[in-house]
């Protein structure tokens, strides 16, 4: 049975299904971007008894419980979704690590790939000589954490989100109302979004960059997640972004995590050597597939 549930609703049995996916594939199926988007009636939710899949603004994701597959189930609802999905604008879709049933299924579909993501993990044994590593922080900045209700701060790091992830799909086209929605969930904790604010010179008083960690903690684990680190172009160059990622590493140390992970591109060549000398190491690998407008897979 498939049916459609109301746009902002992600209900109990397909909250399962994705907790299900995440504990046997050893990672989220679906992005906070997307269960966001469905929370402000961006996107919408497909069900049926086994699977669940989530489109809208030229984005679909597609979930199968882990029991239930091999059964054709996947291929029937990518089938559903792409019935009442405009053609003539592009669609894209994710597949999560090494997933050959995931790619032959959007292959036979017309998507074709265009962009990896990587997920890198430091081992929690290495984080204090991670952090003694660290490039300080240069003179003339200074970081505190987010203050709740602090509307000047918030709309400061919607502008240098903006300008740090410009060429970025998704991260770079945050509004404010997405970090409202991002302060307001369970895992948020204000003293884990770090803000470094110029204090000298001709932007004294401007926010320059940021580092947010994500943390959860479930019965048996924490993991901390380097959620985003975004540097505005004025002050590119000049270390900062480094000195945020070990102001990201001390952050972590606090939380004792038994999991340190963070997403980045694959093609961000910068970043990728940043996080590698740090003590990162690629753990998994995830293509981003693109079926254009008027395709007829």
């Not at 399962?16 to 469905?38: K, N």
């Not at 996947?74 to 979704?81: E, F, I, K, Q, Y």
């Given at each position: 049975m498939t049916q459609a549930t109301h746009p902002t609703?992600?209900?109990?049995?397909?909250?399962?299904?994705?907790?299900?996916?995440?504990?046997?594939?050893?990672?989220?199926?679906?992005?906070?971007?997307?269960?966001?988007?469905?929370?402000?009636?961006h996107r919408q939710v497909i069900e049926q008894d086994d699977a669940i899949g989530i489109i809208g603004e030229g984005e679909l994701d597609?979930?199968?419980?882990?029991?239930?597959?091999?059964?054709?189930?996947?291929?029937?609802?990518?089938?559903?979704?792409?019935?009442?999905?405009?053609?003539?604008?592009?669609?894209r879709a994710w597949a999560h690590g090494e997933n050959p049933a995931a790619t032959a299924l959007l292959r036979g579909a017309g998507f074709a790939p265009v962009r990896e993501l990587l997920r890198l993990a430091l081992a929690p044994a290495l984080l204090e000589q991670?952090?003694?590593a660290a490039r300080e922080l240069p003179t003339g900045f200074d970081v505190r954490s987010h203050e709740p209700g602090n509307g000047a701060q918030a709309d400061d790091w919607v502008r240098v989100n903006a300008a740090a992830f410009a060429n970025h799909p998704e991260q770079g086209a945050m509004t404010r109302a997405?970090?409202?929605a991002l302060t307001n969930e369970p895992w948020f904790d204000t003293a884990?979004?770090?803000?470094?604010?110029?204090?000298?010179?001709?932007?004294?008083?401007?926010?320059?960059?940021?580092?947010?960690v994500k943390t959860v903690r479930e019965s048996d684990a924490t993991e901390t997640e380097l959620y985003a680190l975004g540097v505005d172009p004025t002050f590119s160059n000049i270390g900062l972004g480094a000195a945020l990622l070990g102001e990201t590493l001390r952050r972590m140390a606090m939380h004792h995590p038994d999991r340190i992970t963070l997403y980045v591109d694959g093609d961000n060549e910068n970043a990728v050597s940043l996080y590698l000398r740090a003590g990162f190491g690629i753990e998994q690998r995830s293509t981003q597939y693109l079926r254009p407008a008027g395709a007829l897979g």
């Open positions: 609703e992600i209900t109990a049995h397909a909250r399962e299904i994705l907790s299900e996916a995440t504990r046997f594939d050893g990672t989220p199926p679906v992005s906070d971007q997307a269960l966001l988007a469905v929370a402000q009636g597609l979930v199968v419980r882990p029991t239930a597959r091999g059964n054709g189930i996947g291929g029937s609802l990518l089938h559903s979704l792409l019935s009442h999905e405009d053609r003539t604008v592009e669609l991670a952090i003694e997405d970090f409202d884990d979004l770090r803000l470094a604010y110029a204090t000298a010179g001709e932007h004294e008083g401007e926010l320059a960059g940021f580092a947010w």
